[in-house]
């Protein structure tokens, strides 16, 4: 089965046996490590007193993942073995391994395997054995909403509350790092920590909070995409400002907004042939988050529109590479650029 991590505690709630295998896939470390937490205190709580890990690198030697499944200690009856692999990439040996350990269907062993996010080898047998068999928990990045629930039950766990715009403003600030969030929020309940101790629930506004919570904002380019899709000026003025911050190679976000802008072009054209959005939508396989933003875009922009936003990218490009480059100037043209959609 699949569930998302959100309901992990619930799972253990339910069930009177763990079962033989969990799989957690995903890139966003602080989520992956509270779902490993989770899978050792229960399995500690049913007695899997023992734990081995294994570090799963190219060369490893599958038959010592076997000999931990048959010898049990002296000490221990059942045990816990954790494979974290440093790629989502599997040698045969090890599917054959794995496949086979999980038809066993053992219940004095449970294995935990910790992987980066799957992408297309989640559709290999051997993860489908694991679907049926045991759990598969995929961790996402958490979208705005999502980040702002997590900060509240945080720092409600310290006995802070924020108002809304203060709770805005953190996780505007951490979004895409949750390990920094977890920082600020140890941060800020130190802080306060007296305060905390004088009432119930501690309530902190904008003004108390701006002085304390730093800018740890990490955006990957991919989701730099999606805020443009989101049409929200000011947050993709901040997220621009913190990839030039970060030092962001320009090429690659000319290179990623380019293949979007192209695709866009691609879709215009479709429809000036008469084709039929929603097909047109399902041909390019659009995102479901992104449908009704493209819906709109193609409904208010012609081709030609398209067409003239990768035309400033070339220029912006061949500036980029020019002797006479001054990268504050790139940056400055991209924001222009990325801003004409919706204007």
Request: charged share 25%.
């Amino acid at each position: 089965m699949k569930i998302p991590l959100e309901r992990l505690l619930q799972h253990f709630t339910v069930i009177q046996l763990l079962r033989p295998v969990y799989l957690i896939t995903g890139d966003e470390p602080l989520q992956k490590r509270q779902a490993i937490d989770m899978i050792r205190s229960q399995s500690e709580k049913k007695g899997f007193a023992e734990r081995c890990i294994f570090t799963i690198e190219a060369g490893f030697d599958w038959q010592q993942f076997d000999q931990e499944i048959r010898h049990l200690s002296l000490f221990s009856e059942k045990k816990l073995i954790e494979l974290h692999f440093t790629n989502n990439k599997l040698d045969e040996k090890g599917k054959q391994h794995i496949s086979h350990y999980v038809e066993l269907l053992q219940q004095d062993v449970v294995v935990v395997i910790i992987m980066p996010k799957l992408g297309k080898t989640q559709k290999q047998v051997w993860v489908k054995k694991i679907e049926q068999y045991g759990v598969i928990i995929a961790i996402w990045p958490l979208q705005k909403e999502q980040l702002q629930h997590w900060l509240h039950t945080q720092l409600s766990n310290k006995q802070i509350v924020l108002d809304t715009e203060a709770l805005a403003f953190f996780a505007e600030q951490v979004e895409g790092n949750l390990l920094a969030a977890e920082q600020e929020v140890e941060k800020l309940a130190l802080l306060y920590q007296k305060e905390i101790k004088q009432t119930t629930r501690l309530h902190l506004g904008l003004k108390e909070i701006l002085p304390i919570i730093a800018d740890n904002a990490y955006y990957d380019i991919y989701q730099l995409i999606d805020i443009w899709f989101e049409q929200n000026p000011a947050h993709l003025l901040h997220v621009l400002a913190t990839l030039e911050k970060n030092n962001t190679a320009i090429a690659l976000v000319l290179w990623v907004f380019a293949k979007e802008l192209r695709t866009l072009a691609k879709m215009a054209w479709e429809k000036d042939q008469g084709n039929d959005l929603e097909g047109i939508l399902q041909q390019y396989r659009v995102f479901s988050s992104r449908r009704e933003k493209v819906h709109h875009f193609l409904q208010h922009y012609p081709r030609t529109f398209w067409y003239k936003m990768l035309l400033q990218l070339f220029e912006i490009e061949q500036y980029s590479k020019s002797e006479y480059m001054i990268v504050e100037n790139v940056w400055q043209k991209l924001r222009q650029v990325f801003l004409q959609v919706g204007i």
